[in-house]
C-alpha cells in the first residue's frame, strides 16, 4: 500500500514561545505563513514476519539518531503488534534547519499517511502525535498547528491541534518570496536569554495585528520583531534592506533560521528577481499561499 | 468588486446539542458530513450614496424577514458607515430545511466573503458572526463550525469556531448518496421533550464512535441513534431498509430533516440507482466528500 501526502512549508513571522510540561499544551503564539512548496512524503507499508520501519531524506536513507521526530511519530503510530516493512520517504523543498518547518512537516506527513493507511485514529490524534514529538525533541512549537490549518495564519491559543487556536488574514494578490541563507537551530535561541525579549516583542507583535489584522501590518510588526529581539542583524539585516528597495512591503526574517521572507504582488516579481541577481544570490523561492489542509490519499492506485 | 465562495453542505448523522446563554459557546457535539455540493454564495459590493443590502435565495430576492439570519450577519459584519449597494446571491444545490445546512452555509459563505472584501476581521472573527446568529435564530448548532472544517467530521467540544473542537475521520473511496425528502424544521425538535432522549443516544453514540474512529462505526451508531430517538419512523424508515437491501453499510436519516443519506462504494452507485428508481424517489444526490475548507476568492476579475 502507497499513501502519499503534502504538508506545506511554514515560516514564522513571529512568536510568543509557551513552555510548558505537558507536551500538548506546549506551543507557541504568533503569525506566519504556509507555503505551495513544502515537504513531500510517500509512505509504503507491506505486512510481513519482522518489524523495520525505514526513513529517508531527499531519497537518502537516514539514521535513527537523525530522524528522531519521525522515527518517534512513526513508532508510536503503528500498532505494536503490527509487522512488515514501513518505508517513509520524505522529499524537501527547502533546506533542513533554516526555518521551514521541515521537521514538522515531515512528521506531521508521517504520521497522517499512517493514520490514513491505518484508519484507527482520528486526524487530531494523528496530529498531536506529531506536535507532541516535534516539542518533545524541540523542533519547534507551533509549525504543526500551523500546518495543519493552511494559509496566512494567527496562533491566537498555544498547543498541539485540537487544543490550540489558529486563526487566519484574509488576503488577496500575493506570492511569498524564501530567501534560505543558513541554519539556526531553534533550540539553540529557545535556550538563550533573548527568549524574554522574545516573548515581550511578539506579545506587542500579536496584539497589534489582532486589532488590525491585514498582512501590511503582519509584516510590519513581523520586521520589528526581527530588529527589535536582535535576530535580525548584520548581513541579513543588510539584505532584508536591499529587498525592500524593490518591495511596497517591509521583509523580513524568518523565525527561526538564517533566511528572509517577503510578500509581493505579481509586478514586483521581475524587480525582485533582478535585484538578488544583483545580489549574488542564487536560491530563492517565489511560491503562493498554501490556503488548505495538508492532503493526504492514496498514491499509484485505483481510487476506490 | 465582486466575491464568490462556496460552503458544503453539512448533513448530521447524530447529535447532542449543547445550550448556552452565550451564543458562541452555544454548539452541538456530534458527527457528519460535508458534501462536494452545497451553498454558491456571489455577493457584489458598489459604493453609493445610501446603504442598500439586498440578498436572494437561488435568483429570487427574498424579503428581510425570510433570510432572517443573512441579514443579522451581513449587517453585523458590513461598517456602520458604510454607504452603497450589497447584493448577496445563494445558490442552493439542496432544498431549504431539509436538513442540509443551508441557513449556515448561507451565513457563512455571505460573512467570508464580505469578510474577503473588507479584510478588516479575521476568518474566525467572521466565522464567529455566522455562528451566532445561527445560533440565536435556531437555524442550527453545529453546521458553521462543521463547514470550516470540511470532511467527515466529529464534534468533540460545542461551540462556535476558535471555541469548539471538530476531529475528522480518515476515509477512502467513498461517496455520499443524500435523498431529500421533507421539511422538519430544527426549531420544533429541539423545543420539544425528544431532546432528553437525543442527548443521552447522542453521547452514547459519540462515545462509540470516538473509541473507533471508523466510517462503518459512524454509520451504525447514526442509525441506532435515529431509531432510538424515534426521529427515524414510518415511510423514512421503510426507504432506509430498501436502501440497505443494496448497500453494505446501513443508511441513516439526516438531522434535521425528513431526509437520507448513505456511503456508498464505486460498485454500490448503480444498484442504488436502480433501487432509488424503483422505489420512484426522482430527487436524489451522489456526491463526493468535500474534505477542504470553504473557499472564497475574487471572481471573474483578474486575481491580483
Redesign the interface.
Known amino acids: 500500500m502507497l499513501i502519499r501526502a503534502f504538508v506545506p512549508a511554514h515560516i514564522t513571522a513571529f512568536f510568543v514561545p509557551r513552555f510548558n510540561e505537558d507536551p500538548l499544551l506546549a506551543g507557541s503564539l504568533g503569525a506566519g505563513i504556509n507555503l505551495s512548496k513544502g515537504t513531500n512524503i510517500f509512505v509504503s507499508i507491506e505486512e510481513g514476519l519482522e518489524r523495520h520501519i525505514h526513513i529517508a531524506f531527499n531519497g537518502e536513507p537516514v539514521k535513527k539518531e537523525d530522524a528522531v521526530i519521525s522515527y518517534s511519530v512513526a513508532n508510536e503510530i503503528i500498532p505494536k503488534d503490527f509487522t512488515g516493512e514501513i518505508e517513509i520517504w520524505q522529499y524537501f523543498d527547502f533546506p533542513n534547519g533554516y526555518g521551514f518547518g521541515n521537521s514538522a512537516g515531515g512528521a506531521l506527513g508521517t504520521v497522517l499517511s499512517l493514520?490514513?493507511a491505518l484508519?484507527?485514529?482520528?486526524?487530531?490524534?494523528a496530529a498531536q502525535i506529531a506536535h507532541k514529538h516535534e516539542v518533545l525533541h524541540k523542533g519547534g512549537l507551533g509549525d504543526v498547528i500551523a500546518q495543519v490549518h493552511?494559509?496566512i495564519e494567527?496562533r491566537?491559543k498555544p498547543g498541539a491541534p485540537?487544543i490550540g487556536?489558529v486563526?487566519?488574514?484574509?488576503?488577496?494578490?500575493y506570492k511569498v518570496l524564501a530567501v534560505p541563507m543558513g541554519r539556526l537551530p531553534t533550540r539553540e535561541v529557545l535556550d538563550s536569554d533573548v527568549v524574554q525579549l522574545i516573548e515581550k516583542e511578539g506579545e506587542k507583535a500579536l496584539n497589534t495585528l489582532?486589532s488590525n489584522?491585514?498582512v501590511e501590518v503582519l509584516m510590519k510588526v513581523a520586521r520589528e520583531f526581527s530588529e527589535r529581539t536582535g535576530l535580525l542583524s548584520g548581513e541579513l539585516l543588510e539584505i532584508a534592506k536591499e529587498i525592500d528597495k524593490v518591495l511596497h512591503l517591509p521583509s523580513s526574517m524568518i523565525m527561526l533560521g538564517k533566511s528572509i521572507f517577503a510578500l509581493l504582488?505579481?509586478?514586483e516579481i521581475e524587480k525582485a528577481k533582478s535585484l538578488l541577481e544583483d545580489l549574488s544570490i542564487e536560491e530563492y523561492h517565489i511560491c503562493d499561499v498554501y490556503?488548505?489542509?495538508p492532503s493526504?490519499e492514496?498514491w499509484m492506485e485505483g481510487?476506490?
Chains 1, 2 share one sequence.
Open positions: 493514520a490514513f484508519k484507527e485514529k482520528t486526524f487530531l490524534q493552511g494559509g494567527i491566537t485540537g487556536v486563526d487566519n488574514i484574509f488576503f488577496e494578490g489582532l489584522p491585514k504582488n505579481e509586478n490556503t488548505q489542509r493526504v492514496r481510487k476506490i
